[in-house]
């Protein structure tokens, strides 16, 4: 990702590969890079106030004047809703990290976070990069008008237009409203994984992925941030091979990454503590309205009581597509009832958990 996300040189044709696996309840679930900036910021407090050089670094997007009013109304229960991308682009800083050559950049990694009103707990929805979607119709950054397409790559939206039209397709796919967005790249992954010192993991058989270069015998294993990368990239050394294959490892990853953050004393090394949040910052794009370090600090804040523990991932509840079996579908009634339940601030149906896509 460059921080210009909508420009036309990061247009590309999406990355073929199918999607196979098994939606399951995890209470740890994926814990995604939202909760990970609250609590490094969090763990702050008010001295990163005295660090105002880091609100440039920064980049924001302005939703409302990029969606205007053609999106679905703001529900006094619905809790907070945040979409969290991590993009692949292979530009700039990215272009070095043994990720591929292909041209410009995708949602490599796409979830809706909700925080249900008192934020207490959160669900964190994967969208898988591989679902047949419609896209709306959307306006390119030149200000073009970009027509509406059916069965289209979901990871393809974000190249094709632009962070402000995968926002409007997530709205209009789920009728939930998005109040933020938030964006990193591999670059940004990386650098905050050796900004922490690295991240433990424990694996139970050997992955090796010529691919992403990921060779890891079983047992555990101290990651760096190249070895981090390639650990939540890597999709052919697991399961089928499939790009859901891979959900698994991330979600395993984020848990451990979280941890690691949490055990470290942040509070006790203001330097330590700077360096990540530059790391972070530097990488971060968001919606314009948490695109300053205050305003990320107070949304943190008000996620304190969010406990890590009760988080619980879902993924968008798929189907093989009958076309093209590498490619999957929302399945129906099940993504009905996962959206209704975000919307209203309910609580999850077990119904709605269930995939008729069961590779990975």
């Known amino acids: 990702m460059t921080h210009s996300a909508t420009t036309e040189s990061r247009r590309a044709q999406p990355e073929s590969g199918g999607g196979r696996r098994r939606p399951k309840r995890r209470r740890w679930g994926r814990i995604v890079l939202l909760s990970l900036l609250a609590v490094v910021l969090a763990a702050g407090g008010t001295g990163y106030w005295l660090y105002s050089d880091l609100n440039g670094n920064i980049d924001g997007v302005d939703l409302d004047e990029a969606l205007g009013e053609d999106r679905p109304e703001k529900l006094p229960t619905s809790g907070q809703n945040v979409l969290v991308l991590g993009s692949d682009s292979r530009a700039g800083d990215n272009a ?36 047949l979607v419609t896209r709306p119709e ?42 933020h967005y938030m964006e990193i790249d591999f670059a940004g992954f990386k650098g905050l994984v050796d900004a ?103 949304f943190a804040r008000s996620m304190n009581g969010v406990d890590p523990a009760s988080m619980e991932t879902v993924m968008l509840p798929v189907a093989y597509d009958k076309t093209d079996p590498n490619r999957v579908v929302a399945a129906h009634p099940q993504a009905d009832q996962l959206w209704k339940a975000i919307r209203s601030d309910a609580e999850i149906p077990e119904s709605a958990k269930k995939s008729p896509a069961t590779g990975g």
């Open 138 to 179: 959307c306006t390119k950054a030149d200000g073009s008008a970009l027509p509406q397409a059916e069965r289209v790559m979901f990871n393809s939206v974000y190249s094709t237009a632009g962070p402000a039209c995968v926002v409007k397709t997530v709205e209009k796919m789920s009728g939930v409203r998005m109040d």
């Open 96 to 131: 070095g990290l043994g990720t591929g050559k292909v041209a410009g950049a995708r949602s490599d990694t796409a979830l809706v976070m909700h925080i249900p009103e008192g934020r207490r707990q959160a669900v964190a929805v994967s969208i898988p990069r591989d679902t």
């Open 196 to 298: 922490i010192g690295g991240v433990t993991v424990t694996v139970d058989e050997p992955i090796k992925d010529s691919t992403s270069g990921l060779d890891l015998s079983a047992g555990t294993h101290k990651l760096d941030g190249t070895d981090s990368l390639a650990f939540v990239r890597t999709r052919h050394g697991v399961g089928d091979g499939s790009d859901l294959g891979r959900i698994g490892l991330q979600q395993q990853f984020m848990i451990a990454l979280l941890s690691e953050v949490k055990k470290q004393d942040l509070f006790g090394s203001p330097t330590k503590t700077y360096k990540i949040a530059d790391t972070l910052t530097s990488a971060l794009t968001t919606d314009s309205e948490l695109a300053s370090l205050t305003s990320l600090a107070d």
